[in-house]
């Protein structure tokens, strides 16, 4: 299965923390580049942190300092820990699979931050 699969959402309060999951089976995914967006009601999907196949990171400056993308080739994973979460980050999660030219989008999870 190379769709991706995400867990770990859920509702915090502000300030709190939540460590997002994606779990990425299948061939590849090594070479795999990984990544972490979100989509807010009524807004676009937006990119919240990449990670490349050899670990280099990028995040808008929106999160920059407050989430953290990470990956473990061994177990097929990737990881997006989120710290002093604020409301506006309140949105669905999806996770992200570029392999070889093709994309594959998880189901997403939902992150709700109460103020």
């Known amino acids: 299965q190379v769709q991706p699969v995400e867990s770990g959402g859920g509702l915090v309060q502000a300030g709190g923390s939540l460590r997002l999951s994606c779990a990425a089976s299948g061939s590849f995914f090594r070479v795999s580049a990984m990544g972490w967006y979100r989509q807010a009601p009524g807004k676009q999907r937006e990119l919240v942190a990449s990670?490349?196949?050899?670990?280099?990171?990028n995040y808008p400056s929106s999160v920059k300092g407050r989430f953290t993308i990470s990956r473990d080739n061994a177990k097929n994973m990737v990881y997006l820990q989120m710290n002093s979460l604020k409301p506006e980050d309140t949105a669905v999660y999806y996770c992200?699979?570029?392999?070889?030219?093709?994309?594959?989008w998880g189901q997403g999870t939902q992150v709700t931050v109460s103020s």
């Open positions: 992200n699979r570029e392999t070889f030219g093709r994309t594959y």
């Open positions: 990670i490349t196949s050899s670990s280099s990171t």
